[in-house]
């Protein structure tokens, strides 16, 4: 980021307000600006023709409308895309598109890096560089959506990185991206996956957000899970449940538990029926992910039988389950980082 310069796709619309002002432009600019840059997705202040060339010329000086930039696209024989953005200091990170008969959803990170540590995880390896500001998370979204035909419909906060461990960033940018000035998406259409840090779960029921929250299980117990994910050791399973069950009752919203099977780990019949009786009752869904093994990160996928078997007994039990549907599989192996993988018509 260049520190010169004012980050202005960061700005809320009531910022704007403050910054227009306070370069001596009536409040009505902010309005025109904010359009600019977030409905029209303005390229440069050139392009904002409605504005004098002398009101151009100052905000060229003052600030930067940079965000992320498209490096490199893969594409898969399904059509899902994946994206490599550079962010203005260098850092890289990915996104994906998704392509649906009913709209595009678009995967974006939320930090270049991670410090969860998840052991079959590929984007932690190297840890944490740092958390994306709202521009930079904005703009993978805007850069994909200047490239495609369709609107862009539902976003999904599963790239690279923790959500809640960037959690002011993170917030904003969800408003940013569901005010009405702006691409006005709908929160309902934007899912969080967080792998549970509780204190920021309870912080984020505060903000009223109408959000999709999914969590990142991924075990039936304790042990399993602190062998596979560190962030266990911190927080119980019961913990998150007790979490879960609190932003159920003040949101009305349903949780997504998120459930990676892995061979001879976690995908047993007696781990199905251990997760069945740890949330039976709650207002929730699971999503059983197929591993997508990763070179040198832990875990093998679980068979086709057994994935098969284990959402049997989650039915059973009177479980939401679905299995998320593999896009992209081809260009998969080389990413290792995103999930090119999500559900349809859930
Ligand atoms: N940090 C957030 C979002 C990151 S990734 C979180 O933990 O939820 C989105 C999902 O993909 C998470 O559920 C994550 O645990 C899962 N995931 C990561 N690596 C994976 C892999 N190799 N195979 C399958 N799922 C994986």
């Not at 200047?146 to 599963?158: A, E, G, H, Y």
């Not at 679905?322 to 081809?330: C, L």
């Amino acid at each position: 980021m260049n520190l010169d310069k004012e980050d202005i796709k960061s700005f809320d619309y009531n910022e704007m307000k403050i910054f227009v002002e306070s370069i001596g432009q009536k409040s009505f600019r902010a309005k025109q600006l904010y359009e600019w840059i977030h409905k029209k997705l303005a390229a440069s202040f050139d392009d904002m023709t409605n504005l004098s060339k002398d009101l151009r010329k100052v905000l060229d000086e003052k600030c930067t409308l940079k965000g992320a930039e498209i490096i490199k696209i893969q594409e898969s024989k399904d059509g899902t895309r994946k994206f490599l953005m550079r962010l203005s200091d260098g850092n890289m990170v990915e996104s994906v598109l998704m392509l649906y008969k009913h709209g595009s959803s678009v995967c974006i990170s939320t930090q270049a890096g991670c410090r969860m540590g998840c052991k079959f995880c590929a984007s932690t390896v190297g840890g944490l560089i740092r958390n994306l500001r709202p521009s930079e998370m904005l703009d993978q979204i805007y850069q994909i959506q200047k490239i495609i035909d369709t609107r862009v419909s539902n976003i999904i906060l599963m790239g690279i990185g923790e959500p809640l461990d960037n959690y002011e960033n993170v917030v904003k940018f969800i408003k940013m991206l569901s005010d009405e000035h702006g691409l006005n998406i709908s929160q309902r259409n934007i899912t969080l996956s967080t792998c549970g840090l509780i204190d920021k779960l309870k912080e984020l029921v505060k903000e009223n957000l109408t959000i999709t929250v999914a969590i990142s299980l991924h075990a039936p117990n304790d042990t399993i899970r602190q062998e596979i994910m560190p962030i266990a050791y911190k927080y119980s399973i019961t913990d998150i449940i007790d979490a879960c069950r609190y932003y159920i009752e003040k949101t009305g919203r349903r949780i997504t538990f998120e459930y990676s099977m892995m061979q001879e780990k976690n995908d047993k019949p007696e781990h199905a029926k251990q997760l069945a009786e740890l949330i039976k009752g709650l207002n929730c869904h699971v999503n059983i992910i197929p591993l997508n093994p990763v070179s040198g990160r832990a875990g093998r996928r679980s068979g086709r039988m057994n994935i098969q078997e284990f959402k049997l007994i989650l039915e059973k039990n009177h479980i939401n389950v679905t299995i998320r549907r593999e896009m992209g599989s081809d260009i998969d192996a080389a990413c290792g980082q995103l999930r090119k993988r999500y559900v349809e018509g859930r």
